[in-house]
């Protein structure tokens, strides 16, 4: 009996390494529908609105890449995933792409065989303290309980702080967010930790956001983006590629308000090569001319994607810092459409 | 004059495999077997060819590199630096303590509601049958979750015992703090410690001795021993002479005296819980995951072991109760000397697949955040190091492991216990 559990699960395991091999983006193609690894729920990033639509920045990299590939940017199957059921389902083939706030790190890209499609999200961890404990820095947690989600390099950033700093603490692994949310606001732990953009739309679901303050200490770095399978360069090109025309439509003035002005043509040689009006990317990347005209109109560029979840005017309220383009002093840099 | 004919002599055809029924049976047990091996063959080459495809061959190296992440309950010391291995070791010891802390307040209170659900007492019978569907027919994942939560939710944070006017008290002489993070209680402590050994030096598997909890044991195990002694004592005497010797309070002074003596030459003292800074230092912390685990998981399977004990009690005929009334027993000693002892023999099969489950379900942990083997390598250092088949074919190999020492021993247990037929 045991013996006969131990081969299914081998079994399994061999079917699904099988079904990875093929090519992704023609078997999105054959499906008709993008099957997008996403969050269990942070809202902003990845969260079930009133409607029961999913929606969020992340949400908006999944419709973009769906409109490019599919034309239609509703045609998308979300999977929620935990931190420790994300690379599983990636790897298994159970999900095309992986958009839910995961960071680059070396042994992701290289030991568990994934391929970063780039960065949508320049963030690093930080954490969140109720403001009537009176702690104005990360060193003043010594003997604190923190809440962390298990499975994230959050754990590992977490543990090398408190390393560093030679004092102590005392970790209470949680699945989910929302229980992380639950817990601290039960008092059960004193502290939360995560990346600084998820601490911020944590806060925004509070009662009582003022009461939470987010300490000053961003101890990691912490690229997020999408991310597909190893060895499937057609389909990760296809996800990089939208990713950089959100990005570059941002820095080359195409909004979703003028969108269907510059596709009928304009001066600019690149904008007309984004859009598909000269040149055959599209052709390239194995999809129609006009592909990014698709992705862009998902949800227009980067900046209006950005604004629209978890920009300033939002109740997450991150403002751009490090994600603005690289002409206002931020990291965002396309590389050149050509 | 008569002759004897040898018996025909019988060549052996190939044939003969298939249409003789002697040998038929045989040739397709082997056909058969052959076949599920090349099956199991294909398989694994198979898998291992896919994850090799895929950059992964299976591989166990990572078991030796740095885990880099902290376990909160840890029974043998470790920190982030030391490797998967032993964070596995600290999962597997915190799965075991569990599973030990669980079967046996499971086995007490099973035995307790078990025999009260057959008390003539009508309201306790029927309290105690609404205990037992109650728990039975929920699914022991949502008993993990509801204890944790009002763990959570209910009780106090530590913060609340802060100040004078604190809106919370510790109990029992100010030494037990219930607070949402867990139970703090008062730890013993040696002002005049013997030290402690350790053993393996510096493996994943090393781990310390107390030889203060060595002493404190040989010296119990010694008066315990002598107090036998005296028991065996006064039985012969009492056969000999039809007097039993008054000797409850020797064999009382012999347990006790030592120990006592022990203890104040080692300097035994209490460490209480303190608040200080964010949390309760000093004294033993009870986690809540592992309370909610542990009650969960216990009056879960109590549930069941209540049921085994009440068809053990049924199974013995109503004649012996009789019989044993006749004699002039009373009911509680009928319960204690004759049901019971007989009770055992149907009572211990069902009860060791129960502890099985017991075992096996506090995988659960995870719910809670109870970092036992499924969270540290199923959990951690798999998402970390992405090694799904290895772990999880680790971590199975575990709970088989354990699952087959709690059967063999309870197996052995059961042996001792059952009716002796001649």
Request: negative net charge.
């Amino acid at each position: 009996m045991n013996n006969s559990v131990f081969f299914g699960a081998l079994t399994v395991a061999g079917l699904a390494a099988g079904a990875a091999a093929a090519g992704t983006l023609d078997d999105v193609k054959a499906r008709d529908q993008l099957n997008c690894g996403v969050s269990t729920g942070l809202v902003g990033f990845s969260a079930p609105n009133a409607n029961g639509e999913w929606e969020g920045f992340d949400i908006a990299v999944c419709r973009a890449v769906a409109a490019a590939v599919l034309g239609d940017p509703n045609k998308v199957e979300y999977v929620p995933t935990t931190g420790k059921t994300r690379f599983t389902a990636l790897a298994s083939g159970e999900i095309d792409m992986l958009a839910r706030n995961t960071t680059w790190t070396f042994s992701r890209d290289v030991d568990l065989k994934f391929e970063f499609a780039g960065v949508n999200y320049y963030d690093g961890q930080g954490f969140m303290i109720p403001k009537e404990l009176g702690v104005s820095s990360a060193k003043e947690l010594d003997f604190a309980t923190v809440c962390i989600q298990t499975g994230t390099t959050t754990e590992l950033n977490l543990a090398d702080f408190f390393r560093a700093n030679n004092i102590t603490y005392e970790p209470v692994p949680i699945e989910t967010n929302a229980e992380a949310r639950q817990q601290y606001l039960a008092n059960a732990c004193d502290v939360y930790t995560t990346d600084a953009s998820g601490l911020a739309a944590t806060r925004a679901t509070f009662d009582d956001p003022g009461n939470h303050v987010i300490l000053p200490e961003i101890i990691s770095k912490e690229p997020l983006g999408p991310l597909v399978r190893h060895g499937d360069n057609e389909w990760g090109d296809v996800v990089r590629w939208t990713l950089n025309a959100l990005v570059g439509a941002e820095e080359l003035g195409i909004t979703s308000a003028n969108l269907a002005e510059k596709a009928a043509g304009t001066e600019n040689p690149e904008i007309n090569r984004l859009l598909g009006t000269e040149g055959n990317l599209g052709e390239m990347l194995g999809l129609d001319a006009d592909w990014a005209q698709n992705a862009l109109s998902a949800g227009g560029n980067y900046g209006e994607i950005f604004a629209k979840n978890i920009g300033e005017d939002t109740p997450v309220g991150l403002a751009r810092g490090l994600n603005a383009q690289w002409t206002d002093g931020g990291l965002l840099y396309a590389p050149p459409f050509r | 004059m008569s002759t004897l004919s040898d018996p025909p002599k019988q060549s052996f055809r190939l044939s003969m495999l298939i249409y003789d029924t002697r040998y038929r049976s045989a040739t397709i047990q082997v056909v058969a077997m052959i076949g599920f091996l090349i099956l199991v063959g294909w398989v694994i080459s198979n898998t291992v060819q896919n994850l090799t495809d895929l950059g992964k061959e299976p591989s166990f190296s990572f078991l030796s590199e740095p885990a880099g992440y902290d376990i909160n309950q840890r029974l043998l010391d470790y920190d982030n630096q030391d490797s998967h291995m032993r964070a596995a070791l600290i999962g597997l010891l915190n799965t075991l303590l569990v599973a030990f802390l669980g079967c046996i307040t499971a086995t007490v209170l099973g035995v307790i509601i078990g025999v009260l659900r057959l008390s003539s007492n009508w309201l306790v019978a029927r309290l105690m049958t609404v205990y037992v569907e109650m728990f039975r027919n929920v699914p022991v994942l949502l008993w993990i979750v509801f204890i944790m939560a009002i763990m959570i939710e209910t009780l106090p944070a530590p913060s609340a015992f802060r100040g004078d006017n604190s809106d919370a008290a510790m109990h029992v002489m100010d030494s037990v703090a219930l607070t949402n993070r867990g139970v703090y209680v008062p730890e013993p402590l040696f002002h005049n410690s013997l030290g402690n050994v350790s053993v393996f030096g510096d493996a994943a598997v090393r781990f310390d001795i107390s030889l203060d909890l060595i002493a404190f044991l040989i010296v119990l195990g010694g008066s315990l021993f002598v107090s036998t002694k005296i028991r065996q004592w006064a039985d012969a005497k009492q056969e000999s002479t039809g007097l039993r010797p008054t000797i409850w309070h020797i064999r009382a002074a012999v347990v006790l005296l030592p120990s006592v003596l022990l203890l104040l030459v080692l300097g035994f003292h209490l460490g209480y819980p303190e608040l200080k800074g964010f949390n309760f230092q000093g004294g033993t912390h009870m986690r809540n995951s592992l309370i909610a685990l542990w009650l969960a998981l216990s009056l879960y399977t109590a549930a069941f072991i209540a049921e085994i004990v009440r068809s053990g009690i049924l199974a013995i005929s109503q004649g012996q109760t009789e019989a044993a009334a006749a004699l002039g027993l009373r009911p509680k000693r009928i319960m204690n000397l004759v049901i019971l002892p007989q009770a055992l023999r149907v009572i211990i099969p069902p009860l060791i697949s129960n502890y099985l489950n017991l075992t096996k379900n506090s995988s659960l942990a995870i719910a809670v955040g109870y970092m036992d083997l499924t969270g540290t390598l199923m959990g951690i250092t798999m998402n970390q190091t992405g090694r799904e088949l290895e772990t999880v074919m680790l971590g199975m190999l575990v709970y088989l492991t354990i699952s087959l020492l709690i059967s063999s021993f309870m197996n052995w247990y059961n042996n001792r216990v059952k009716l002796v037929e001649r």
